[in-house]
């Protein structure tokens, strides 16, 4: 049999028909050319690697963290500035000072002033601002530097109340010299509450201190312990005779011609001795021109933690700033509105309950024990008092830094550690210090704000349907005609409000 053309088959096979065309590649996409000529690369829509999700899940996460937390810290801090803007818009007599109140700062244990100042302008200083309150500023850089301060301001108001000291008058300081000039002219001081704002656990410690040194303490300040003169060893023998050097028999050296040195007077280091401890508060008389109340205060919270170890409680706190601004704008805004204005609460333990306070009903005393206008000293060997101040912010001590636990140096073993010493109250002091509080209207009218059914207290509240108060977007759809009034104008018709000739 004779074999088929093989050559013939597979040409046959291979070759196309004359009139079909052969197929043609189909083109790559090579992108935008301005883009290649810029050296972008092509993009192109695909999932990203395992490393790429981890890493944008975890920057996402944290981002969106810090995004909604700041949105919910200025949320909360709008919040409390309306609650107070109302004060803002009062008018007061052109011959009357506005409302004064005094801020006590000082620098946490182991970090500086910076920190304080940063803490009071980004929690407490907006809503300040937004009630158009005017304050003075007491600071402390070091331990017992708000102490001095505040016993010292004391004292100054003792002495323009008519008591006068058995030292020496100093020259009147510009605060004497201003006060004195508008008591010429007329003008007159605020005659309702003012107050004393407390920062920090810390500053609250010496804020107690002070106010006991200024009421209790003399005005005068203690004696200085009399330094007895040394003598120089070197130049006097046991046997009392002069041993000097040969070449001083002649006369008296250059240096003795010159006459007597100059004595430079040296700066004084540390802060300003107290004048009495707190073991004499209860021998000590209290001064004349107290009053049966003193300025209300508040503190205000300042959690200050560091340390290596302690950075997963910094995260987490930096996170959830939200809280504590809304916390730190109840207690200001209570201070600011001063609704209501109580004593500070304490509790009397007996030595059979063995020092146990009823944990039902802390401080169950609607005020004080004992009458507070008692100016001589009560002591109660069966009792033990347990004071409301005692307990405030003292969860911040066991934060602090541990240089602020450490001993004294040599050569400053007598200095003082109001930090780290109990707080010691007498009775006569504790009894007459108040607190601001919110009251249960005001409460409510801050739940209202917070849920956009009512603005500022001279505002017009929202009908009692309990419809909302409009936003941004609201006011866009009314403005572009899309609102729920169909009769009212669009906002490029509206025109000017009011008459022409008004």
């Known amino acids: 049999m004779a074999e088929p053309d093989r050559s013939s088959n597979a040409n046959g096979s291979a070759a196309a028909p004359a009139g079909e065309a052969a197929p043609k590649a189909r083109p790559s996409k090579v992108g935008n050319p301005v883009f290649r000529m810029m050296g972008l690369p092509r993009m192109r829509l695909r999932l990203p690697s395992r490393n790429w999700l981890i890493f944008l899940s975890i920057t996402g996460s944290l981002t969106t963290a810090i995004l909604y937390d700041r949105h919910e810290k200025k949320k909360a801090q709008q919040k409390w ?9 009062e008018t ?28 009071f302008q980004e929690y407490v200083k907006p809503v300040l601002v937004s009630a158009s309150l005017d ?29 006068r000291a ?34 920090g656990r810390h500053t609250w410690k010496e804020y107690v201190r002070g106010l006991h040194e200024g009421w209790l303490g003399p005005l005068d300040p203690p004696p200085e ?42 700066k004084p280091v540390g802060t300003t001795p107290p ?13 004349s021109t107290i009053s049966s109340g003193l300025a209300p205060s508040t503190t205000v919270a300042f959690p200050h933690i560091l340390g290596f170890l302690n950075t997963p409680t910094r995260i987490y706190r930096f996170l959830t700033r939200r809280h504590l601004a809304d916390q730190i704008g109840h207690d200001v805004a209570a201070f600011v509105v001063t609704s209501d204005i109580r004593p500070y609460r304490s509790v009397s333990t007996f030595a059979s309950d063995s020092g146990r306070i009823d944990p039902d009903s802390p401080f169950a005393s609607s005020g004080v024990n004992g009458d507070v206008t008692s100016d001589s000293p009560v002591n109660e060997p069966d009792a033990t008092i347990q004071w409301e101040q005692e307990q405030v912010l003292e969860g911040e001590e066991r934060e602090w830094h541990k240089m602020a636990r450490k001993p004294n140096p040599e050569g400053e ?41 009512a603005g500022a207290k001279d505002e017009s509240t929202i009908e009692s349907s309990g419809q909302a108060r ?20 669009k906002g490029w018709n509206q025109g000017l409000l009011g008459d022409e000739n008004d």
């Open 470 to 489: 409009k936003g941004w977007f609201d006011h866009l759809k009314d403005w572009t005609g899309l609102g729920g009034d169909s009769d009212a104008n």
């Open 225 to 266: 312990p009399v330094s007895q003169p040394q003598t120089d060893e070197s130049t006097i023998a046991l046997d009392g005779q002069d041993h000097r050097h040969p070449n001083d028999e002649d006369g008296p050296s250059d240096i003795e011609s010159t006459g007597p040195k100059s004595e430079i007077p040296k």
């Open 92 to 119: 007061i007599s052109p011959t009357q000072m506005p409302r004064k109140i005094t801020i006590f700062l000082a620098a946490p244990p182991g970090d500086g002033l910076r920190t304080a100042r940063e803490h």
């Open 275 to 287: 004048y009495l401890s707190p073991s004499q508060y209860s021998d000590m008389p209290i001064a």
């Open 81 to 89: 500035c309306t609650f107070v803007s109302h004060l803002s818009r």
């Open 166 to 199: 058995n030292a020496e008058q100093k020259e009147p300081s510009a605060e004497d010299t201003v006060h004195e000039s508008r008591q010429r002219v007329g003008i007159i001081e605020w005659n309702g509450v003012q107050g004393d704002l407390v920062i």
């Open 413 to 453: 073993e007598g200095r003082e550690r109001v930090w780290l010493e109990k707080m010691i109250l007498d009775r006569r002091i504790a009894n007459r210090m108040r607190t601001f509080e919110m009251s249960a209207e005001e409460e409510e009218r801050a739940a209202r704000i917070a849920k956009g059914e």
């Open 135 to 163: 304050w003075d500023v007491v600071e402390g850089r070091r331990e017992g530097e708000l102490r001095a301060g505040l016993a010292e301001k004391v004292r100054k108001m003792r002495q323009r109340q008519g008591e």
